[in-house]
DNA sequence: TTGTAAGCGTTATCAT
DNA sequence: ATGATAACGCTTACAA
């Protein structure tokens, strides 16, 4: 029995001749039951079944005039942190009946334009932010009219977005403060670009952290990078040229770590014998780099998902359930560092 | 001027108005601009550019029966292997204005249903699948009519897709080779589930290499394990329990290779003086580690790209370019393979 | 060359 | 409780 059928997918027009009744009844039976009889909704659930329909969204989604998906802007899909992120937003989604498409930003193929379209072609209800900023020219939005969005990981105070973020401030100064508890008292700080307000966030930690502890703030243990791994290297280097090198660092992210620790290494340091390292993240690499990473911890998975819920409850009008989210996270103490023997 | 004359997103009709003419003549200006007069079209023109009008895809899409949106099956979203082939995937499908859905295979909560659903309900053009299975219950596909798929990466030969891969098995064969030539005789490899056909190939190559190298396979040195860090590990475990533990080991993944070596290391030995590692991926924790570890590059963005291209191929109606493609891939040297000294 | 009208698959309004 | 009908935005015969 070679021959299909069926070879389109049924429609609802398929299911009314089936059962006998208009399409507008199937309509009925199958989105609000409890506005046909009884004995027609059994009548046309069977015959559902039996042309094996399922509501093709492109109908529906041109007459209810939303697309059902959802736009996630990623700064680097790349990047191994954001990648637990995406999967707790698209099994959020998925639950709740969306479509997710990933934005990424780090190649300029993905212009800045392509976005913009896809709101004013109306194929995106909404959109996750996982950077600070929008993904097309400022001042943009206020010709256009810009759909539901959340943000999450990052700050953008000028948007005024709900956002779904951990506490950064009190995350770095409890690993500064860590360290000054191993007994550190020249502690650098390899940080991220200035204008990432996750960064403040996080030299904010270590400088409070340092001035709760008596240790006056030197701006030469401040190094900057752009979260790559070389960045990270240059800024160990920049450090350890210092007449007075530090003997722990706390960095804005795992990869420029790992940077750190590779060139603390090749200049003949042991890790964490002469120098402490504490990265942020807790990316999988932290686990199995030598020496294991200590690290900052965040809920990758639960920040996806919640600002998943947050930007449905937007689009399904709920009150936006509380503006916003803030989650826990936890210091993971693993090889990298250890109580200061200078 | 804070009001906003136009709220909704511009539709035809609003230029067809602004240009005194039928929303079919737009269409047309717009869509096959030779069918319509010189004046007419310049006319059409700056009215759509005055009211900002872009087409609505969901009006379009229905009427042309499509979505142009496909989705790319992941086996698991969080392995960095596939970061790049998905970055290679999507950018060049916006090239050709189609939209990219992920479908991640790895959380159950991703039913495999859901993924048959997208087909049904017209919500996806085609597919591209990164691993070697289709992901839902194998017979659905005779009673469906599946739509352009193509696979990356992986093989099924039972499916007859256009597939694009490189030559697993000349790549094994090259990189045991190689440690033959650093004189290592017993050399073990660390392979991935037998299921996977990708692996056969490479475990093919591994023994093709010993044979031609005039050495006698012994299953013994042959470990399997399922593509993680903890498999790895014990697979090594397993290799240098042996009597006549291997002096080197070949790798399927750079993740079981990385649990290698780090099992290796907690058993005091010292690599590559003691024992030499090779994986494969070339993921971006390969540069990283200690010592760097020396494996097989993949054309990842590449192989993306190029999926991408044949199944465009396909939906255009174009004879399948070449039913296939296959890449080049490449050893990189690193610090985790040396002379044999035992 | 251009306009009219039908249709894609749904849902919503209005009768019945 | 159900059915006819119009509408969402777009494309395309067919007519003019």
Known sequence: MKCKKQVVAATMKDVAQKANVSTATVSRALMNPEKVSQSTRSKVEQAALDVGYLPQSMGRN??????????VIVPDICDPFFSEIIRGVEITAAEHGYLVLIGDC?????QEKTFIDLIITKQIDGMLLLGSRLPFDDGVEEQRNLPPMVMANEFAPELELPTVHIDNLTAAFNAVNYLHELGHQRIGCIAGPEEMPLCYYRLQGYVQALRRSGITVDPHY??????????????????LDLPQPPTAVFCHSDIMALGALSLAKRRGLKVPDNLSIIGFDNISLTEFCDPP???????RFAIGREAMLL??????????R????????????RGS??????
């Open 62 to 71: 041109l007459k209810r005039n939303e697309s059902r998906t959802l736009l």
């Open 293 to 299: 990473l200590t690290t900052v911890s965040q809920p």
């Open 106 to 110: 780090a190649h300029q193929n993905q």
């Open 337 to 342: 560092t250890a109580k200061n023997k200078s």
């Open 222 to 239: 401040i190094a900057r990078g752009n979260f790559t791994f070389e960045a990270g290297a240059s800024a160990m280097a920049q450090l």
């Open 322 to 333: 509380s503006g916003s989210r803030l989650l826990d996270c936890e210091l993971i103490v």
């Open 311 to 320: 930007l449905l409850d937007q689009l399904n009008g709920q009150s936006v």
